[in-house]
């Protein structure tokens, strides 16, 4: 109970502060990437757009890079804990649909963030190799997160495999809506891919099986 009524409270000044901040801070390196280029922009320009002080970048952020992919740890233990609290009767494709599919509303809020940052990763060689870095990652993630429904210590090749088909038709989804009309639905286009996605494989069998919800930060 005190957890929930801590998450309740509206955050201190100070906390809004730093939340303003950070998100200014994101708001201007991502700007700046989309105007010169993510190679060419330095931690002070972004600084000095978003009205702090190159030291103040630093309390924030480790890298430039980093901007790019703040709120990615959020992101994945709420995948994590939505995809494992999802009826044991799906599967585990139908279950990664399904989360998806409700974490999507949120995209909303961030499209104009994505463009710039699809925007940013063009621009750079660099940086799309750190991208294909943090794809490894995220396979990895989702794999863990498979391998917990299917209550196995560890994920097999076949979580593998399906975290990073289920990973890549997410990404497919995401970028077909941030390149599309503004008033499209993000979950239109995820439960399409998905829905693909289950036509070219073999029906998941249907037998029950025990499942144990494990904790988001295994």
Not at 22 to 46: H, M, S
Not at 130 to 159: F, H, M, N, T, Y
Not at 172 to 186: E, Q
Request: with cysteine; net charge neutral; hydrophobic share 45%.
């Amino acid at each position: 109970m005190a957890e929930e009524f801590a998450a309740a409270r509206p955050p201190s000044r100070r906390q809004a502060h730093k939340l303003r901040t950070e998100r200014a801070l994101q708001q201007a390196a991502l700007d700046l990437f989309a105007e010169q280029g993510y190679d060419t922009t330095t931690t002070d320009e972004i600084a000095e757009r978003a009205g702090v002080s190159p030291r103040t970048f630093f309390r924030y952020f480790s890298t430039k890079e980093s901007v790019l992919f703040a709120g990615e740890y959020g992101w994945f233990q709420s995948f994590t804990t939505q995809f494992l609290a999802q009826p044991a009767d799906l599967s585990d494709l139908e279950a990664m649909r399904a989360t998806l599919h409700a974490l999507a509303p949120d995209l909303n809020k961030t499209r104009r963030a994505l463009v710039l940052y699809e925007r940013a990763v063009a621009s750079s060689p660099t940086l799309r190799g750190g991208v294909l870095d943090r794809l490894e990652r995220d396979i990895i993630a989702i794999a863990e997160a498979i391998g917990s429904r299917r209550d196995l210590a560890d994920p097999d090749l076949a979580c593998t495999a399906l975290a990073t088909l289920a990973l890549m038709t997410y990404r497919s989804a995401i970028k077909r809506w941030i390149v599309g009309p503004a008033s499209a639905d993000p979950r239109d286009l995820i439960a399409e891919g998905f829905d693909a996605l289950a036509a070219e494989l073999p029906a998941a069998p249907s037998a029950p099986r025990r499942r144990v919800l494990r904790s988001a930060n295994r």
